[in-house]
């Protein structure tokens, strides 16, 4: 189980600090939600803002998630920046599996985004090329939104085809992640959990971090099986 606490929630005067908070908070990974105006309407930071924290938090996997229209002039300033795996949205239609191989020429891993509305069909036909299928749970744009609870299926989904098909990838939840959704999700079959607003949020990251990790290790059904 992953717990990622996204930048996008910490405080914007300090990311510096932000990012260091995170690093000792016991958090695998720091997610970057990287929004460009277009394709969703609200813009956050770019590549060198994620340059100028990666030395801040050098133990944290750097999960960066690319909502925007044209990645492809992106992936190699993020992929300089510091990014370990880059994400974009399935919702760029043909444009998908070239990105998807640029991606991974530039030596990161990949994953894959899929919206609210759109069918989790989509990412069926690109499941053995990348590293993670990230389930959005609210529509991309803006933190602090209610989950919602109508993606829950898709998760299961991905987890069904991960079974069947013996494939490796992650599953990642991304909006409105608590420690109550985060249990749904992980009871879905989700194993990776991005939360801004409940753990940056709270002054106690460290505290936060811990009692989601607890929580959602006692909901993963694998553990689950091994109890009986
Ligand atoms: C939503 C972003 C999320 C966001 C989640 O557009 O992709 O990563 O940071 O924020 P919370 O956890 O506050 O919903
Ligand atoms: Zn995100």
Known sequence: ?????????SDYTRFGKEAERACKSGADWLHLDIMDGHFVPNISFGPAIVAAVRPRAKNLFFDVHLMCSRPEILLEPFA???AD????HVELGD???PLI???KKLGKKVG????PPTAITAVQPHLEQIDMVLVMTVNPGFGGQSFIHECLPKIQQVEAWRRE????YRIEVDGGINNQTAAECARAGADTFVAGTSLFGRRNLKAAVAKMRKIVNASDPALADLKV
Do not use: C, D, H, Y
């Open 1 to 9: 189980m992953i717990i990622a606490p996204s930048l996008l929630a």
């Open 85 to 88: 795996q880059i994400t974009i």
């Open 165 to 168: 098909r013996k494939l490796p």
């Open 80 to 82: 300089n920046a510091g």
């Open 95 to 97: 444009q998908v599996e």
């Open 112 to 115: 894959l985004a899929v919206n």
């Open 101 to 103: 191989w640029k991606i």
